[in-house]
C-alpha cells in the first residue's frame, strides 16, 4: 500500500532520506510556480531554493514519483508552461489543480477561478495536448500527454468537473486527523484514538 505526503518542501532536504527509510514511498511537493519574486509573493517567504533543494532531495532518496502540485492562480497561468516544461525536464508529475475555497484568508472567489480550460487553453498555446484520461478511475487528475508524449501532465478540475462519485481517497493531517474528503469539515482524530491505545 502506497503511503504519500504533501508538503510545501520547507525543510524536505534534511528529511527526505529520512522519511523515504521510515516506509514513505511517494511526495507531493506544493510548487505554484519557478520565478523567486513569484513564489515569495504568493507564499509570502522567499524560501524556493528549499523547496527546490527538498525537491531533489526526495529524487534522491528514491521516492517516487516525486508529484509537483501547482494550483492553478491568475498570477501564475501565464507561467504554467515554463513550470510544466522545468518538471519534465527533471522527470516529476505535475499536477495542476483548479483552486478550492480551502484558504483560511478567504480569498477564494469564482470570479477569479483558473479553469481547468483556462489551464489547457494556456498550455495550449506552446505545446499540443492530447487527452489520454486516468491511470485509475478514481484518480483525481486526467492526464494528458504533451508533444504527443511520454511525458503526461495531470489537471484536477475539481471546482468545474467534479470528480466526488469515483474519489476513493483518505487523507490524515498534519494533526492525525482522517478526513474523508476535503470539501468535508468531518474528522476522525485518529492520533487520539492511537494514543489511547
Known amino acids: 500500500l502506497p503511503i504519500a505526503l504533501t508538503t510545501n518542501g520547507i525543510g524536505l532536504a534534511r ?17 505554484d510556480t ?20 527538498g525537491i531533489d532531495a526526495a529524487v534522491a ?56 480550460a483556462d489551464l489547457l487553453d494556456e498550455l495550449g498555446m506552446t505545446m499540443t495536448l492530447t487527452p489520454v484520461g486516468r491511470d485509475d478511475p478514481s484518480a483525481p487528475a486526467a492526464l494528458w500527454s504533451v508533444d504527443g508524449g511520454p511525458y503526461r501532465v495531470g489537471i484536477i478540475a475539481s471546482m468545474t468537473r467534479s470528480f466526488c462519485g469515483a474519489c476513493d481517497r483518505t487523507r490524515i493531517t498534519a494533526e492525525g486527523r482522517v478526513r474523508p474528503c476535503l470539501f468535508s469539515d468531518d474528522e476522525i482524530d485518529l492520533a487520539a484514538i492511537l494514543r489511547s491505545g
Request: aromatic share 4%; net charge positive; charged share 25%.
Open 34 to 53: 519557478i520565478d523567486r519574486a513569484l513564489f515569495a509573493r504568493i507564499t509570502r517567504r522567499d524560501r524556493l531554493d528549499d523547496v527546490l533543494a
Open 61 to 116: 532518496a528514491g521516492l517516487a514519483p516525486v508529484k509537483i502540485n501547482a494550483v492553478a492562480l491568475p498570477e501564475t497561468l501565464h507561467r504554467a508552461p515554463e513550470l510544466l516544461n522545468w518538471c519534465r525536464d527533471r522527470g516529476l508529475d505535475l499536477r495542476f489543480i483548479e483552486a478550492m475555497p480551502l484558504d483560511a484568508d478567504r480569498e477564494w472567489s469564482p470570479q477569479t477561478l483558473v479553469t481547468a
Open 15 to 31: 528529511r527526505a532520506a529520512g522519511l523515504a527509510h521510515a516506509g514513505l514511498t511517494r511526495i507531493n511537493v506544493s510548487l
